[in-house]
C-alpha cells in the first residue's frame, strides 16, 4: 500500500522556517516524481515544489521560488520541503504527493491545479504563518 505521512507543520511568524517530512513509501517503482502542493483554508488547490526520482530535477512554483527547496533521502524514503522566509500567504494544509506520470510538475510550472490522475497523497499537514 502507498503510505505518504506527512509531519512537521506549525505556527510560525513571518520570516521564519519550517522543514516539513514526508515518509513515503509503497509507491510504484516507475512513479516519475515526489512532490508537495498546497490548499489554503477556502482557496483552490497549489502546486509547490517537485522532484523526479530519476535525475533529481526539481521544479518550483514561481510564489516560492528561492525560498523553497524540495529534497529526498532515498535510503530513509523520505522527501523534504525545507521553507524559508516564510509569509503569510503560504499559509496552507500542505500535502506530499508521489506521482506516477508526474503531472503534478505541470501544475507547479503553469499555477493550473488540476489532481494528478495517476497521483497519492497524504492527509496534509497545516502551516500557519502569522
Known amino acids: 500500500d502507498v503510505q505518504l505521512v506527512e509531519s512537521g507543520g506549525g505556527s510560525v511568524q513571518a520570516g521564519g522556517s519550517l522543514r516539513l517530512s514526508c515518509a513515503a513509501s509503497g509507491y510504484p517503482d516507475n512513479t516519475k516524481c515526489l512532490g508537495w502542493f498546497r490548499q489554503p483554508a477556502g482557496k483552490g488547490h497549489e502546486g509547490v515544489a517537485v522532484i523526479y526520482t530519476g535525475g533529481g530535477s526539481t521544479y518550483y512554483a514561481d510564489s516560492v521560488k528561492g525560498r523553497f527547496t524540495i529534497s529526498r533521502d532515498n535510503a530513509k524514503k523520505m522527501l523534504y520541503l525545507h521553507m524559508n522566509l516564510l509569509k503569510t500567504e503560504d499559509t496552507a494544509i500542505y500535502y506530499c504527493?508521489?506521482?506516477?506520470?508526474?503531472?503534478?510538475?505541470?501544475?507547479?510550472?503553469?499555477?493550473?491545479?488540476?489532481?494528478?490522475?495517476?497521483?497519492?497523497w497524504g492527509q496534509g499537514t497545516q502551516v500557519t504563518v502569522s
Open positions: 504527493a508521489a506521482d506516477l506520470t508526474c503531472e503534478l510538475a505541470s501544475a507547479v510550472v503553469s499555477g493550473i491545479w488540476y489532481p494528478p490522475p495517476q497521483g497519492y
